[in-house]
């Protein structure tokens, strides 16, 4: 795991930019080209993190089993900006949200999903509708680790109807977001899903709360750049020290780490740009990499013991992860158009 991290952090380096002295990279809005490519590089680090609790071999497995949770967060973070800036953008409508996310996302989960069964069927492993249909919502997704996408299409729909009640009162809107989610990790808990379900939660309230006062905060950062930087770097080791090593503090440590560790990684963006035209690559395939190593992770467990053969299953895993995405992306994407000309002649 040791090599593999090295050279995807080598690769992460390449056609990195400094702003310049008193500017910013993204003085006005996260741009949608930065936002990209750092979701190409989420994307790897998390097939490596899964990696290494697979394989648990090199150095580097200590680093990258912890990853998972601030890797989430900030994913959910540029999820829950997005999808806001979306809604400003259209005017505070909600015309067309179902038919973007349906297309986007629940469309090519359910069409991996049933990748995923007839994988099991050809493996002759016993799989019925009850547990097809149980497997939505008791925790246990049959695509391995694809709960991520469960939990953004559940936070799709609290968006939805916290718009619906709040209108145009952003800050109305914040708040019911926030207590959903509130309500949400508290169900969760409750019902005994495993922690990973809902530790990184409250990166979507912050990508929120980011896209709400962005100017705000990038005018009080842009004064004093690298002592913003530094503080909230200091401040996201201490809690990921106290979460990760001394175990303080329970849930209220992982919020916190998760929560600074976002704060600073969206705080270097604005002084960082990500120029890395593979890393943008990953970014726009980065849904069809996160269901798809969980399919791969599956196949090769059952041809490849990872802990014997480790740079061969991880070897395997990246690259069938990227080839299989791509080919994927490329082709739902062109069905997509053909389905959308259609409509326009039929229109």
């Known amino acids: 795991m040791d090599v593999f991290l090295l050279l995807f952090l080598l690769l992460c380096l390449i ?3 400094l702003a310049p002295r008193g500017t910013l990279f993204n003085g006005d809005r996260l741009e949608r080209s930065h936002t990209v490519a750092l979701r ?4 790897i680090l998390i097939v490596l993190d899964h990696s290494s609790l697979l394989t648990g071999c090199g150095h580097s497995v200590i680093v990258l089993k912890r990853a998972g949770p601030y890797v989430v967060a900030l994913f959910y973070a540029l999820s829950s900006y ?6 400003i953008k259209n005017g505070y409508t909600l015309k067309g ?4 996310r349906v297309q986007g996302t629940i469309i090519p989960y359910l069409l991996l999903y049933a990748a995923a ?5 050809l493996i002759k492993e016993a799989v019925s509708v ?4 149980l497997s939505f919502v008791n925790g246990h997704p049959l695509i391995p680790y694809s709960w991520f996408i469960l939990t953004i299409v559940g936070f799709y729909l609290i968006f939805y109807l916290s718009a619906l009640l709040a209108k145009r009162d952003l800050d109305l809107l914040l708040a019911l977001v926030s207590f959903a989610v509130f309500v949400s990790v508290f169900v969760l808990k409750k019902l005994g899903f495993e922690d990973f379900w809902f530790n990184a939660a409250w990166g979507i309230p912050l990508g929120l709360v980011w896209q709400r006062f962005y100017r705000s905060i990038t005018s009080a950062f ?3 750049p690298w002592v913003y930087l530094t503080v909230t770097g ?3 080791l201490w809690w990921i020290l106290i979460a990760e090593y001394f175990f303080w503090f329970g849930y209220l440590a992982r919020l916190c780490s998760t929560l600074s560790v976002s704060v600073f990684a969206l705080l270097l963006m604005c002084k960082f740009r990500i120029g890395n035209p593979i890393l943008r690559f990953f970014g726009k395939i980065s849904l069809e990499i996160y269901l798809i190593h969980g399919l791969l992770v599956f196949i090769l467990k059952n041809l490849i013991a990872p802990e014997r053969q480790p740079y061969l299953f991880v070897s395997l895993l990246l690259a069938g992860t990227i080839l299989l995405s791509w080919l994927f992306h490329t082709g739902y994407s062109r069905m997509i158009r053909t389905i959308r000309r259609h409509d326009d002649k039929q229109a």
């Open 40 to 43: 190409g590089l989420l994307s």
């Open 97 to 100: 949200y179902w038919k973007k």
């Open 130 to 133: 009850k547990e097809i249909l």
């Open 82 to 87: 997005g999808l806001l800036a979306s809604y």
């Open 222 to 224: 842009q004064r004093h």
């Open 117 to 121: 069964v007839l994988i099991r069927l």
């Open 15 to 17: 056609g990195v930019k």
């Open 234 to 236: 200091l401040t996201a």
